[in-house]
């Protein structure tokens, strides 16, 4: 079973970029389906962009649609979320998930490991 770290989040004023990044361990990396969730303080966990293990098939939520965008280097072990023209309503901690079972459903309950998650703040 692979780990998983994010780094990356911050703290940029509204239409700034951060570009987060999800280091995995384990060799079988490149067989898991990686996808990026975040949670606003009072709010559920909400589904941003999923990946699918080759990086061919990256779903976006509507949400954040046409301002982020999800890649993945199997060879590096990491998935990066390219985050641009950022909003307040952005604010909140991300998290990477992964699963090996090949599904790129955009529910938690679908992802079976989870890194420690990175908070990102977009003051107005």
């Known amino acids: 079973q692979v780990q998983l770290v994010e780094s990356g989040g911050g703290l940029v004023q509204a239409g700034g970029s951060l570009r987060l990044s999800c280091a995995a361990s384990?060799?079988?990396?490149?067989?898991?389906?990686v996808a990026w969730f975040r949670q606003a303080p009072g709010k559920e966990r909400e589904f941003v962009a999923v990946i699918s293990r080759s990086g061919d098939r990256p779903f976006i939520a509507n949400s954040v649609k046409g301002r982020f965008t999800i890649s993945r280097d199997n060879a590096k072990n990491t998935v990066n979320l390219q985050m641009n023209s950022l909003r307040p309503e952005d604010t909140a901690v991300y998290f990477c998930?992964?699963?090996?079972?090949?599904?790129?459903?955009?529910?938690?309950?679908?992802?079976?490991?989870w890194g420690q998650g990175t908070q990102v703040t977009v003051s107005s």
């Open positions: 384990g060799r079988t990396f490149a067989s898991y389906v």
């Open positions: 998930a992964a699963n090996p079972s090949g599904v790129t459903l955009p529910i938690t309950s679908a992802y079976n490991t």
